[in-house]
């Protein structure tokens, strides 16, 4: 298991009190019904540790970042942020390939339950939810990646980058398009890779 | 306007009868309660025309082929038929470029009310509708795509593409991803066109 494939529980560096868990579960709660109602970026760690009626400091201590309990409230099987970062240590030669190995590796680990799906499949149809998932991939994708990649015009070479990955996520496990389901993922990474590395690196207009 | 940019509806080669009118509706109606219960593969013409109380061969007097039938069922802008097929008259090279052309413009006509968009958003949460989705790409898009490029492995290559055609429209039509809704279409064509040639023509492993 490598570090980006599932999300790092941020480890409270005390042994948990008595009442922990129901704070724990009320901050998830308040923050899954903020993120939900105001999207990704009007939702506050302070409103949310208001709404779960706890000091902000609990929510930091319990969860780490805003891009964290994001991944806890929604459940992804990774922390977007974590992933993209872990993906851009190794620079950007190669990265179409890497990313798209280990969005691969996620979604056969995940399976046909994925919350990932879940969040694409509401981020269609529920106007908030196409808010939260939109804000939340310009922060914690698009917006990193365009920062930590040294090229013009970054946050439109991201934005290829994540149109590319959000189709292949919908062909292969929403529509199930043949043979995308069945083609081994060598052969993806071989077809995907260089076409990420296009968006990524050659000359844009 | 060009050939691919608009259903071109089946023109009864006689002047309509009275009566066509409530058969054209019935025959609609039909077809759409067939495509999406059974989905394209299993609908034929001859059920819907049984459904619709007339003779199949009314079906074919009114729609044409079954995909123009399911464009107008499903109140597509485009015959998909038409257009794959005008987008492969010219041949392999430059097929890239021409056909994210030619998406955008009709993506531009149609506007937000785009039945594209109705489409995409039913596949993502209604099986039967991803089914059909599925089957209709399958039939209308990848396979011609598949018995007209020569190439190796001709149906991955169009599902590659059609991968890359979904995550378009729903990065930059659903999701709204910043900043492809507002990039210049040169842009987008010189960035996805090559992507998608790499798809159509480049090896695979």
């Known amino acids: 298991m490598v570090p980006w494939q599932r999300v790092q529980p941020h480890?409270?560096?005390?042994?948990?009190?008595?009442?922990?868990?129901?704070?724990?579960?009320?901050?998830l709660a308040a923050a899954t019904t903020r993120f939900t109602d105001l999207g990704f970026r009007d939702t506050t760690m302070r409103a949310v540790a208001a709404d779960a009626g706890v000091d902000s400091a609990l929510v930091h201590y319990f969860f780490g970042t805003?891009?964290?309990?994001f991944a806890q409230a929604m459940a992804l099987p990774i922390d977007?942020?974590?992933f993209v970062t872990a993906m851009l240590e190794a620079g950007v030669a190669g990265?179409?390939?890497?990313?798209?190995?280990?969005?691969l590796?996620?979604?056969?680990?995940?399976g046909p339950t994925n919350p990932m799906l879940a969040l694409i499949r509401s981020a269609?149809?529920?106007?908030?939810?196409?808010?939260?998932?939109r804000e939340f991939l310009t922060s914690a994708v698009t917006s990193r990646l365009a920062v930590a990649v040294e090229v013009d015009r970054p946050e439109l070479r991201a934005a290829l980058c994540a149109s590319q990955v959000i189709g292949l996520i919908v062909a292969r496990e929403v529509?199930?398009?043949?043979?995308?389901?069945?083609?081994d993922r060598a052969v993806l990474v071989a077809a995907y890779g260089?076409?990420?590395?296009?968006?990524l690196e050659d000359p844009l207009p």
């Open 95 to 103: 990265l179409g390939e890497r990313l798209v190995e280990a969005l």
């Open 124 to 133: 269609a149809t529920h106007a908030s939810a196409t808010r939260m998932l």
């Open 194 to 199: 260089p076409a990420l590395q296009h968006y």
């Open 11 to 27: 480890h409270p560096p005390r042994r948990p009190a008595v009442g922990d868990a129901g704070n724990r579960a009320a901050i």
């Open 175 to 183: 529509i199930e398009l043949p043979p995308l389901p069945t083609t």
């Open 80 to 82: 977007p942020r974590g």
């Open 105 to 110: 590796t996620v979604l056969d680990e995940a």
């Open 66 to 69: 805003k891009e964290q309990l």
